[in-house]
Antibody
Framework: EVQLLESGGGLVQPGGSLRLSCAAS????????MTWVRQAPGKGLEWVST????????NYADSVKGRFTISRDNSKNTLYLEMSSLRAEDTAVYYC????????WGQGTQVTVSS | DIQMTQSPSSLSASVGDRVTITCRASQALDYHLAWFQQKPGQAPKSLIYSASILESGVPSRFSGSASGTDFTLTVSSLQPEDSATYYCQQYKSYPLTFGGGTKVEIK
């Protein structure tokens, strides 16, 4: 059974940084593209970033480009999202999903950017 | 960027009704279109991929179809547990994009 478990969310001040993690199990992690999707309070789904199975290919939404970095450690079956220069509009539930068509989702982790 | 225009934004229907939700893409997707169901407080759940292929375990009352750049999610006989928000997503090219969502309520 595929399991995706996000962690690392919390309250951070504007301009601050946070690293999200997504622990994966139940499938061959290194074989799959992985994706981060977020959902602001009361809003729809917004794609954030995607990374290839080997970690070489990455893509970002314009809204996070230059501030967020996606990475993965295939030896630990873990996906990461390093977030910096955080803004109030980054407040959202962040989900990891597999693969780019998001067949499987984690339960999400809340990120709140506020002073 | 590929824009996904989803309609309607909300609908109310009775149990047993046939419900249709549409997504229009701004360019060809070659069937790289997925549909999701999200209930309050839960993560989205994949229903359909490649425009018309049902995910394992999804009830057969859900179906998807495509005609050019128009994509449709149909619920043949609405059930109380289908009350949720539904989203389409194109995965043909980056940036990946979602439709704005359709909130389905049961009368």
């Amino acid at each position: 059974e595929v399991q995706l478990l996000e962690s690392g969310g919390g309250l951070v001040q504007p301009g601050g940084s946070l690293r999200l993690s997504c622990a994966a199990s139940g499938f061959t992690f290194s074989s799959y593209v992985m994706t981060w999707v977020r959902q602001a309070p009361g809003k729809g789904l917004e794609w954030v970033s995607t990374i290839g199975g080997s970690g070489d290919a990455t893509n970002y939404a314009d809204s996070v480009k230059g501030r967020f970095t996606i990475s993965r450690d295939n030896s630990k079956n873990t996906l990461y999202l390093e977030m910096s220069s955080l803004r109030a509009e980054d407040t959202a539930v962040y989900y990891c999903a597999k693969p780019e068509r998001c067949q499987d989702w984690g339960q999400g982790t809340q990120v709140t950017v506020s002073s | 960027d590929i824009q996904m225009t989803q309609s309607p934004s909300s609908l109310s229907a009775s149990v047993g009704d046939r419900v249709t939700i549409t997504c229009r893409a701004s360019q060809a997707l070659d069937y790289h279109l997925a549909w999701f169901q999200q209930k309050p407080g839960q993560a989205p759940k994949s229903l359909i991929y490649s425009a018309s292929i049902l995910e394992s375990g999804v009830p057969s009352r859900f179906s998807g179809s495509a005609s050019g750049t128009d994509f449709t999610l149909t619920v043949s006989s609405l059930q109380p547990e289908d009350s949720a928000t539904y989203y389409c997503q194109q995965y043909k090219s980056y940036p990946l994009t979602f439709g704005g969502g359709t909130k389905v309520e049961i009368k």
